[in-house]
């Protein structure tokens, strides 16, 4: 079991940065998988970034890629998202998720734990 608490969220205007966090529970944190997702209204979720057990690899959707950075502290059971240069597109509320599985890592079925979100609304 773990439990998931993302944080860093906020209201910016385009262009700027903000770094998510994730803490998450449980002694296994190395054991999984970790990603980023993001729903927007009206939307489906949608993959943004996923890392492997170690963090040594790291995975990004398309419209992030070369702008959002995935990590993971796997001493401190967590993980975060580093997001430069935000676009009003990016505006959703962002999930950390934790998967066991050997599936696909942008696949959001494939993950067993998710946290609560947290609202990142950016400006024009």
């Known amino acids: 079991q773990v439990q998931l608490v993302e944080s860093g969220g906020g209201l910016v205007q385009a262009g700027a940065s903000l770094r998510l966090s994730c803490a998450a529970s449980g002694r296994t944190f190395s054991n999984y998988r970790m990603g980023w997702f993001r729903q927007a209204p009206g939307k489906e979720r949608d993959f943004v970034a996923g890392?492997?057990?170690?963090?040594?690899?790291?995975y990004y959707a398309d419209s992030v890629k070369g702008r959002f950075t995935m990590s993971r502290d796997n001493a401190k059971n967590m993980v975060y998202l580093q997001m430069n240069f935000l676009k009003p597109e990016d505006t959703a509320i962002y999930y950390c998720?934790?998967?066991?599985?050997?599936?696909?890592?942008?696949?959001?079925?494939?993950?067993?734990?998710w946290g609560q979100g947290t609202q990142v609304t950016v400006s024009s």
């Open positions: 890392a492997d057990w170690s963090g040594r690899n790291t």
């Open positions: 998720a934790a998967t066991r599985s050997w599936g696909h890592i942008g696949n959001a079925r494939e993950y067993d734990f």
